[in-house]
């Protein structure tokens, strides 16, 4: 009873730390204001503060156990979305006795120079790790439209619409209940479903052969191919010319008189 009463106190101490700080940056209007806060449940106190944005900074109290006020200070961190595994700025400390006004200083002089640029590299990665979530979401459903019985693994009635590997039964090993595919096989997704890693298992002889010359890219081809030959070109009309010095037609020369 006694520990839930001073998690309370501590809860409710960073609660209003967390709204007095919003408030200030607001009344700066850092980024436009808009800023909110979550207070934590950490025995030793923590909270959040957040902006529309997707900027934010927990302050949580560590170290308690060092003498003195190094015991006593709150240690600031950037907030960056849940996957982002690239660079991160540094922590920062504030003495946890310093007034609201004076925290928000640190912050902004000390922490989002080095921050900032980094939160726009995770937020600019995170884009693109959405639009590559959504093509494998439609991908995805192309694939369960071509094929019957398409699902991951492990989980055939609810399968993960962004998953990036997907099985079927089929062949000899095809369910009793539902059409029946030629062969069993898996399909994997690269990240951004523009390519596909495909396994066929139990293909017939004939579907094999079919596959594959779907993916040469000079199919063959059957029956006697006839090479068209250009149409003959026309006869030249004849065309007379004159060549000086050139003896035309045949009319007899006349003899020259003679000279003295």
């Not at 709204?19 to 909110?36: C, F, I, S």
């Not at 590299?121 to 995805?140: C, D, L, T, Y």
């Not at 298992?201 to 079919?210: G, N």
């Amino acid at each position: 009873m006694q520990h839930t009463e001073q998690m309370q106190r501590v809860h409710d101490h960073y609660d209003a730390l967390g709204r007095a700080l919003a408030e200030v940056l607001n009344q700066r209007d850092l980024h436009g204001g808009g800023w909110t806060h979550e207070a934590g449940w950490n025995i030793y106190g923590a909270v959040s503060v957040f902006h529309p944005d997707g900027l934010g900074f927990s302050l949580c109290r560590w170290n308690t156990h060092r003498k003195g006020d190094a015991g006593r200070r709150l240690t600031i961190n950037g907030i960056y979305p849940g996957s982002w595994g690239g660079a991160r700025a540094s922590a920062i400390t504030v003495g946890k006795d310093r007034r609201v006004p004076e925290i928000a200083s640190e912050i902004v002089r000390r922490l989002l120079p080095d921050y900032l640029p980094t939160l726009c590299k995770a937020q600019a990665q995170m884009r693109i790790s959405e639009e590559h979530r959504r093509a494998r979401v439609a991908m995805n459903r192309h694939l369960e439209a071509v094929v019957p019985g398409l699902s991951s693994a492990g989980a055939p009635r609810h399968p993960e619409p962004d998953r990036t590997r997907s099985y079927w039964y089929g062949g000899k090993y095809s369910p009793e209940s539902g059409p029946a595919v030629l062969a069993s096989g898996s399909v994997a997704l690269s990240l951004d479903a523009t390519h596909v890693t495909l396994k066929l298992s139990d293909v017939p002889a004939e579907l094999a052969l079919t596959v594959l010359s779907l993916l040469s890219p000079n199919p063959v081809l059957e029956g006697v191919v006839h090479r068209a030959l250009p149409a003959q070109p026309k006869a030249l009309p004849a065309v007379s010319r004159t060549i000086p010095g050139e003896v035309v037609g045949t009319a007899a020369i006349p003899e020259l008189p003679e000279v003295d």
